[in-house]
């Protein structure tokens, strides 16, 4: 229910708004935000499958130098947001940054001698996103790619398929629901994406939301376009488990055989090299350098005060989050193993729900109803106490926790019930044997066999926090700036070098969990 109340909330503001605001946006904008949103799905979907499913097969299914060293590095770029890769990539590609310059200086153009493609557009954001979404279709297909018997696929070969056809026939089929809960993945970071368009002037439901809210101060017309983008998520989400549910894969050779790997040789093991290069080369190392060069000369001290609060801020946050959303994600995924049933089937299934809910959407349901609340207190105080209580719980910190808790809660249950799944039945039903209870079998059994997979759920949720910048930027209390803030106050203001430093602080923290995701796929 807690998971439920801003898609509630959302919804209640959105059908009580008037039809108005409704009127207006649909002869104004709302036509550009569907055709922006819309476009930014189809491009950023091909761009990550075709991305994350070549690598994927590369380094699991083929053998050339360096194949060890790219299963790592094709997943750093996770680690970045993709308005820091924004910021770097408009340093080095607009009409001051060095290529253009360049360029001018080696042919002697003029400004208006030559065309260049324009990073600040739709075509750009795509390119950030795929850049930094990849790595979930990577991660997913590289595992069924892993967990595929070598069978089906010699048998391929046998009947005188060659490598390509025997991928494109038989594994890439076998694959495809993870390859499309990954895809799935990417899409749902794409609507909820805030930073990225607005900084590059993309006009979507997310800048739709922030701008309604705040420029205009229509409260009504931001719930309207919360539903609008909410509907269109939970569409996503609703097709993504009916087609997980209806696709069966067996293979009962699965895990008898492995894959022989193919050794490339003479030109292939160059294609290889570029084409598992490529993605780290612009999705991390680029990046790095053009932020590096930005914040050497920025004046920004990460020891002053100020940056201080910042960094201190975000941990905050981002702490208090974590610790939170893992006692949730533990609870319910205890009570649906102790439980199971309709009841807790259900609350487990609104629960993962959040993830399909983009920030701005939660930031806009959960501040409608609490903001009523503080209202509806505060008078009733008034008149009967004459005792003005102020906002208690709209512009809290906790409130914002709570916008967190609401977001990550899915990506916190789905670790902590893949650790589970390596609890056997038997342990609880000895537990009970020896007389103990629920708790105290959660206690001394699962959670000293489940602790790296909870550790691993509270460093995603950390990073996922400290990245995240759409509800930070709706709801966080006044003069309570995280570093994902100042990084896009800065770049709004045009000041990259400035905003280069808490841009690389995000990108160290978050190769943490990046460097454990890593090592637990590589285990067959």
């Not at 959105?14 to 946006?25: N, Q, R, W, Y």
């Not at 900084?199 to 931001?222: C, K, M």
Request: charged share 10%.
């Amino acid at each position: 229910m807690i998971c439920l109340l801003p898609m509630l909330a959302v919804a209640i503001a959105a059908l009580t708004g008037g039809t108005d605001t409704v009127v207006h946006l649909a002869s104004s904008v709302l036509g550009r935000y569907v055709a922006n949103t819309g476009l930014l799905v189809v491009l950023v979907s091909l761009g990550t499958f075709a991305i994350g499913v070549g690598a994927a097969w590369l380094v699991t299914m083929t053998r050339f130098p360096g194949v060890r060293v790219f299963e790592i590095a094709l997943v750093i770029p996770l680690a970045f947001p993709a308005y820091v890769l924004a910021y770097g990539y408009t340093h080095v590609l607009d009409h001051p940054g060095i290529v253009q310059t360049t360029l001018r200086s080696m042919m002697g153009w003029g400004p208006r001698d030559y065309w260049f493609p324009e990073i600040r557009s739709l075509g750009g954001a795509a390119v950030m996103l795929v850049l930094v979404l990849y790595p979930y279709v990577y991660l997913l297909a590289r595992a069924s790619f892993l967990q595929q018997s070598g069978s089906t696929f010699m048998a391929a070969r046998a009947l005188g398929s060659r490598p390509w056809v025997a991928f494109w026939r038989v594994s890439l089929p076998l694959a495809r629901p993870a390859i499309a809960a990954g895809a799935l993945l990417a899409v749902m970071e794409t609507i909820a994406d805030f930073g990225t368009v607005a900084y590059f002037g993309v006009q979507t439901f997310a800048t739709g939301i922030y701008t309604s809210w705040f420029s205009f101060a229509d409260r009504a017309g931001a719930a309207q376009l919360a539903l609008c983008l909410l509907s269109f998520a939970l569409l996503l989400a609703m097709l993504e488990r009916k087609q997980r549910g209806q696709a069966k894969y067996h293979d009962p050779s699965r895990g008898q055989k492995e894959h022989p790997p193919i050794d490339l040789t003479g030109w292939q093991v160059s294609a290889a090299m570029i084409l598992c290069g490529l993605p780290v080369l612009f999705g991390a190392i680029i990046p790095v350098i053009a932020l590096i060069s930005l914040g050497v000369g920025s004046g920004q001290d990460l020891l002053s005060p100020r940056y201080l609060a910042f960094i201190g801020n975000s941990l905050t946050l981002a702490a208090l989050a974590a610790a939170l959303t893992l006692a949730a994600a533990v609870i319910l995924g205890f009570f649906q193993r102790t439980q199971p049933g309709r009841m807790s089937g259900a609350a487990s299934y609104i629960a993962r729900l959040g993830y399909a809910v983009p920030g701005g959407v939660i930031a806009v349901g959960l501040l409608v109803p609490f903001a009523a609340f503080d209202n509806a207190l505060d008078a009733w105080m008034r008149a009967t106490f004459d005792i003005s209580t102020g906002l208690l719980i709209t512009g809290s910190i906790w409130l914002l926790v709570f916008a967190y808790m609401v977001r990550f809660l899915a990506a916190a249950l789905g670790a902590y019930e893949g650790g589970q799944a390596r609890v056997h039945a038997n342990m609880d039903a000895a537990s009970r044997s020896l007389g103990k209870g629920p708790f105290a079998t959660l206690r001394r059994i699962h959670l000293p066999i489940l602790t790296p997979s909870l550790l691993t759920a509270l460093l995603i949720v950390f990073v996922d926090v400290m990245k995240e910048l759409p509800a930070t930027l709706i709801m966080r209390p006044f003069n309570y700036d995280t570093l994902a803030v100042q990084a896009y106050r800065l770049a709004s203001d045009e000041r990259l070098d400035g905003a280069a430093v808490p841009s690389l602080v995000i990108v160290a923290v978050g190769l943490l969990p990046v460097i454990l995701i890593c090592r637990q796929v590589g285990r067959r």
